[in-house]
């Protein structure tokens, strides 16, 4: 038997402890699935399937429902992201200024396909339609930075920014 003080519980993490008082705000309240995902995906910036688990669990939803969710929104993940996302714009204008060659350059320096996550966790590699910036295509967003006027020379230099 233990002498110490714990209560033989193993310690929660930071983030299983804001887990738990996120769930003890909303486990009462109906209709709150999307909201509490999206925050626990705040918290662990994925969803892990222990987490999926609880969440079923303690908003008495079942495990397929929340799965469901989690699949059918593109805004949820069930794997780790890095710590920066690339954006790289494959609509109409980047495309005829050169952006699948920036896409193609990006996927060869960091060994990722699209949607994909860099081993070491720096990086997730996504394309996406048009972002708003065509005036500077090709261009691409790292995390909230937009790079425009991109040559596959320029990669990098910019990915050389972000730790
Ligand atoms: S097509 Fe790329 S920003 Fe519009």
Known sequence: MCNCSCTGEPALSEKDRRLVELL?????????????LQE???????????????????????LAKVYGVVTFYSQFHLKPRGRNIIRVCLGTACHVR?????FAALQKELAVDDGETTTDLRFTLESVACIGACGLAPVIMINHDTHGRLTPEKLTGILAKYE
């Not at 050169?98 to 920036?102: F, H, M």
């Open 24 to 36: 003890n705000k909303y486990r009462t309240v109906p209709g709150v699935l999307i909201p509490v």
């Open 98 to 102: 050169g952006g699948d060659k920036i």
């Open 40 to 62: 626990a995906q705040e918290i662990y910036g994925y969803l892990p399937a222990e987490v999926l688990q609880k969440v079923a669990r303690e908003l008495q939803i079942p």
